[in-house]
């Protein structure tokens, strides 16, 4: 007997790049589904539809920005004849490693309105849609920083907190529609890369530091995609964010710390931020 997942009809934000673009391919290419990608750069869309090659068929977009409330609406009045059974909320931003005072209010709202404010239109806008269907559900993608702060990512640790506990509580109070959480690990992806992420500074060492410990976005991907399989109401995915659950744990000031010190050790440009604050804080 063939798993729920197999010729589902899926949503993907931030669908062209990175998880995004690995669970289209899988879910595609595996399970039979039909996805359609939910991003705001039509370029990437049009070049990931013309990847999946013989399964370009299977692959349909809409172009909208997850941060805005009305595009939500957009995609549910496109979605009205249309027969999808679950959207996996992936998109997401980061800045680049700063002290916290040394984030705009600016910055940390536009991180906000893509990480978890997405996920609250997405609910709000499109929860009674997918309660109507067979085997209805909305996955959302958090992070291992919400269970350990990581210093440096201070606003993005607090967005991805808070579609930890948003998406907890939309558990307990929706019997009826299948909602999962995943905190995942650090992942190799474009997220470094983002307009968000731009000023930051990745030489050749960080890179390598980086690609040494992040998760292959394929690897990731087939994690979330066997946590969606077994209808996993919350999975911790990848080793360093079992590490950092347990960090966060048994020692939740300290373990910020800790990490705040490896990051020193390392002596990467994309912590220099960190570095030179604390040491000017040191001098004075």
């Known amino acids: 007997m063939k798993n729920w997942l197999y010729n589902s009809n899926v949503i993907i934000t931030g669908s062209s790049s990175g998880i995004g673009f690995e669970l289209t391919k899988i879910l595609i290419e595996e399970f039979g589904c039909s996805v359609l990608g939910f991003s705001r750069n039509e370029e990437r869309l049009k070049k990931q539809k013309l990847a999946l090659k013989e399964n370009s068929s299977k692959f349909s977009y809409f172009v909208g920005d997850v941060s805005k409330l009305e595009d939500w609406q957009k995609l549910k009045e496109f979605l009205n004849d249309k027969e999808f059974n679950l959207i996996i909320n992936n998109a997401g931003t980061m800045l680049p490693f700063l002290r916290a005072q040394n ?29 109507k269907k067979k085997n209805g559900g909305i996955i959302n993608i958090a992070s291992a920083s919400a269970l350990c702060s990581v210093p440096g990512q201070s606003i993005y640790s607090a967005s991805k907190s808070a579609v930890t506990s948003y998406s907890k509580i939309l558990q307990s109070e929706n019997r009826n529609l299948f909602i999962g959480t995943y905190p995942l690990g650090f992942t190799l992806t474009n997220i470094f890369f983002s307009k968000d992420n731009e000023k930051a500074v990745f030489d050749q060492k960080s890179m390598r530091i980086i690609k040494h410990f992040c998760t292959s976005a394929l690897k990731m991907a087939r994690k979330i995609i066997n946590s969606i399989k077994k209808k996993k109401p919350y999975k911790v995915l990848g080793n360093d964010a079992k590490l950092l659950r347990f960090l966060g744990k048994v020692a939740p000031v300290q373990s910020s710390k800790i990490i705040g010190l490896l990051f020193k050790s390392v002596n990467l440009s994309c912590f220099d931020d960190l570095n030179k604050v604390e040491k000017k804080s040191k001098d004075s």
């Open 103 to 131: 984030i705009s209010i600016l910055e940390a709202k536009r991180v906000f309105e893509t990480n978890f404010f997405s996920i609250l239109y997405c609910f709000n806008v499109l929860s009674d849609y997918f309660s």
